[in-house]
């Protein structure tokens, strides 16, 4: 006879309560807190033991803001335990971040939580529709982030055009028009990992500008995605590039 297993519980050295109770009253599932926990850090979570400085905090608002909103949960630690806080004092850090420190003001929803005898802050943060949101660095210069799995990206030229829905030449994004060049980078894409600028020029033997906008076009109607890493731009496959051959038939088709 076999024995029976135990069920999975997240390792934490700050075992959680049957219930975790917001300061404010309301009582909310602890599965959703344990959950988060679990997923560690990733393109729309992040962790941090305390917020130090509205600056320094303000890069990863703009990047969330920037890119699908996020989620910090403030008081814990990288290894997924838990440290008490001031929220209140917490609160005003990040409240001055996206206020001041982030242009336009990035949106920030506060739900502090009590988990045993910790104090903890769960903080959402919108996504703007008003992009590319700017922060404040060291020397007062004004610089976009955008946010790329657990990392938070100076973002280059192209990524800040995809914010702007422009095109490379600065003006609005012209409608996708899919042809034998698009679904052959797309069948390029589901063989090799990623493609860039100049490769995309070289397979098609066509201008920086016009591969550059086609990659563009394709990212937007969501064929693509956009990675940048060190200002360095590259693609891959995107959800609807995953489809199949006839993922851009949507889009306005040519020869």
């Given at each position: 006879?076999?024995?029976?297993?135990?069920?999975?519980?997240?390792?934490?050295?700050?075992?959680?309560?049957?219930?975790?109770?917001a300061?404010?009253?309301?009582?909310?599932?602890?599965?959703?807190?344990?959950?988060w926990?679990?997923?560690?850090?990733?393109?729309?979570?992040?962790?941090?033991?305390?917020?130090?400085?509205?600056?320094?905090?303000?890069?990863?608002?703009?990047?969330?803001?920037?890119?699908?909103?996020?989620?910090?949960?403030?008081?814990?630690?990288?290894?997924?335990?838990?440290?008490?806080?001031?929220?209140?004092?917490?609160?005003?850090?990040?409240?001055?971040?996206?206020?001041?420190?982030?242009?336009?003001?990035?949106?920030?929803?506060?739900h502090?939580?009590?988990?045993?005898?910790?104090?903890?802050?769960?903080?959402?943060?919108?996504?703007?529709?008003?992009?590319?949101?700017?922060?404040?660095?060291?020397?007062?210069?004004?610089?976009?982030?955008?946010r790329?799995?657990?990392?938070?990206?100076?973002?280059?030229?192209?990524?800040?055009?995809?914010?702007?829905?422009?095109?490379?030449?600065?003006?609005?994004?012209?409608?996708?028009?899919?042809?034998?060049?698009?679904?052959?980078?797309?069948?390029?894409?589901?063989?090799?990992?990623?493609?860039?600028?100049?490769?995309?020029?070289?397979?098609?033997?066509?201008?920086?500008?016009?591969?550059?906008?086609?990659?563009?076009?394709?990212?937007?109607?969501?064929l693509?995605?956009?990675?940048?890493?060190?200002?360095?731009?590259?693609?891959?496959l995107?959800?609807?590039?995953?489809?199949?051959?006839?993922?851009?038939?949507s889009?306005?088709?040519?020869?």
């Amino acid at each position: 006879m076999k024995k029976a297993t135990k069920p999975h519980r997240p390792k934490s050295p700050d075992r959680l309560p049957p219930q975790l109770k917001a300061v404010s009253g309301n009582t909310v599932g602890h599965v959703a807190f344990y959950q988060w926990i679990e997923e560690g850090e990733h393109d729309r979570q992040d962790f941090k033991e305390t917020i130090s400085s509205s600056r320094k905090i303000a890069k990863t608002l703009c990047a969330f803001a920037n890119t699908r909103g996020g989620r910090l949960l403030v008081g814990v630690r990288d290894n997924g335990s838990l440290r008490h806080l001031d929220t209140e004092a917490e609160r005003q850090m990040l409240e001055n971040a996206g206020g001041f420190f982030c242009k336009p003001e990035v949106a920030l929803d506060f739900h502090p939580l009590q988990v045993g005898m910790k104090e903890v802050l769960v903080v959402q943060v919108q996504e703007s529709q008003d992009k590319p949101v700017r922060c404040l660095n060291e020397v007062n210069e004004w610089e976009v982030y955008i946010r790329s799995k657990d990392q938070c990206l100076l973002a280059s030229e192209m990524s800040i055009r995809m914010l702007r829905n422009e095109d490379p030449e600065g003006d609005a994004a012209p409608v996708l028009e899919f042809g034998s060049k698009e679904q052959a980078l797309l069948d390029y894409l589901r063989i090799n990992p990623r493609i860039n600028v100049p490769q995309c020029k070289a397979m098609f033997n066509i201008g920086t500008v016009r591969a550059r906008n086609m990659l563009l076009q394709l990212t937007r109607s969501g064929l693509l995605t956009l990675h940048s890493h060190e200002k360095e731009d590259f693609f891959t496959l995107g959800p609807g590039g995953n489809a199949g051959n006839e993922s851009g038939r949507s889009a306005r088709s040519h020869p």
